[in-house]
């Protein structure tokens, strides 16, 4: 066998022992690895500085923090989340037991990216390791140095049978998909995207994709245009731009296009300094590749600001273009008559950090007072953080746990069909209660005698 399909076959294996069903385990699972955030700090930071020239200040902000929260809170609320469901009854099931039991699915692949290797890597195990689920963890081969200290630290931290990480490149990332697994979670491109839905649909497995869409801006002349184009220029430039919910570019009317970009270079040199290269938050483009192809944007386009690079170093400034052609109307009313994965209002980003909600597809649309981001195009499906995790990768099993009793309740949908019965099934079946104890005790007594008035008629 490959050393794919090995990972595989122990990760399965692992998982049908039962071991890590119990919340127990799953608890210690994920408090190994919180303590691995709280350790290893230095070889995170230091490999993510060689990939993406981060800082440790900005690795911890972007990468690490927000995976320490998302832990703390899964092993805070596992118990309630695994609990059963009660869910309402009618008529017909008001004596039995009715209840959704979330379960594991079995063993999940994640699939990593590179513009935030830990947290979109991480995340996504989080959810798998506190609904039960065994995971193969596949880091983006791009971040180099990143994913050879996460196969490190988390066959260290962690159980790693249960948990393996497999690196590589292409070769194997498509030897995993090659294999059965019982959930999917992608992030990254929609071109990749659609190849890992074409596999998962061999096995039929469902799959979760977090892909880039596009985040065009909106910017009312009649808002608050500073504050507006500081939080534009804080969410587009964090990470060099590299991120999939960053602003892609700017509408605004011709009235107020130079006002918009002297606020921009305003920040920028806020942010930044007046030189943007040797500034340690600013970081770098992840290869020469991706280099290349952003430095063709620039073509044949009006630099208002930046636009200096450097490609021994990666190195992009934060640059504006102007009187770029528009490619959409102007647009109104962008809450109600837009689908979207998620709204934030007067800012940029920052829904992400908030595991209460859900993040992902359909799409993104963000709003800052008259200003609206809307991410469009091919955002991905499925969503995650959190609870919406734990629930994106557990089966929700409904489960209906009858009484041997009232037998005479039964009789409707026995034959002979008759049209009295119809009439006795519709009442049962189309009546929904949700009552207290003291409700349902009374009704219960209510219902025995229907039971037997409905066994008198139909011995009758």
Request: aromatic share 8%; charged share 25%; with cysteine.
């Amino acid at each position: 066998m490959s050393r794919e399909q090995q990972a595989v076959a122990r990760a399965r294996k692992a998982f049908q022992t039962g071991r890590s069903r119990p919340l127990e385990y799953r608890i210690h699972q994920l408090k190994k690895l919180q303590q691995l955030f709280v350790e290893r700090q230095k070889e995170i930071s230091d490999a993510i500085k060689k990939d993406l020239n981060k800082s440790e200040v900005g690795t911890q902000l972007y990468e690490t923090l927000g995976l320490e929260g998302e832990i703390s809170l899964a092993i805070r609320k596992l118990k309630e989340w695994a609990a059963p469901r009660p869910v309402e009854k009618n008529l017909l099931t008001i004596s039995d037991t009715v209840y959704i039991q979330p379960e594991p699915l079995g063993v999940v692949l994640v699939i990593g990216a590179w513009n935030y290797p830990w947290a979109v890597t991480i995340q996504p195990l989080v959810g798998a390791i506190a609904a039960g689920n065994a995971a193969v963890i596949k880091p983006s081969e791009v971040c180099v140095h990143t994913a050879k200290v996460m196969e490190e630290l988390l066959s260290i931290y962690i159980d790693k049978e249960l948990y393996p990480v497999v690196n590589g490149g292409v070769a194997e990332t498509q030897e995993l998909l090659r294999q059965r697994f019982d959930h999917i979670f992608y992030t990254g491109n929609c071109v990749v995207g659609k190849l890992i839905m074409e596999a998962a649909a061999k096995h039929l497995t469902p799959v979760t994709l977090e892909l880039g869409g596009k985040s065009p801006c909106y910017i009312d002349k009649n808002c608050d245009i500073s504050i507006a184009c500081r939080r534009i220029t804080w969410g587009k430039y964090t990470n060099c731009g590299q991120t999939c919910i960053a602003p892609d570019y700017i509408l605004c009317e011709p009235s107020v296009q130079d006002r918009v970009i002297d606020e921009v270079k305003k920040a920028i040199k806020e942010f930044y300094t007046d030189n943007p290269k040797t500034c340690a938050d600013y970081g770098r483009i992840i290869n020469q590749r991706h280099f290349k192809r952003i430095v063709t944007m620039l073509e044949d386009s009006t630099v208002a600001v930046g636009g200096d690079n450097d490609e021994s170093d990666c190195y992009i400034a934060p640059t504006v273009l102007r009187d770029v052609k528009p490619e959409a109307k102007v647009i109104k009313r962008m809450t109600d008559e837009t689908s979207s994965g998620g709204l934030l209002a007067n800012d940029c980003l920052v829904h992400f950090s908030v595991s209460a909600l859900p993040f992902g597809g359909v799409e993104g649309t963000r709003l800052v007072e008259k200003e609206v981001m809307l991410k469009t195009g091919n955002s991905g499906m499925g969503c995650y953080h959190g609870k919406f995790s734990f629930d994106q990768l557990s089966h929700l099993r409904g489960c209906l746990i009858k009484q041997l009793k009232m037998e005479g309740v039964n009789s409707m949908r026995y034959p002979p069909h008759t049209l009295k019965k119809l009439g006795w099934a519709r009442f049962f079946i189309l009546k929904n209660v949700n009552l207290g104890w003291l409700g349902r005790m009374a009704l219960l007594a209510v219902f025995a005698v229907v039971a037997a008035v409905v066994l008198q008629n139909y011995l009758l």
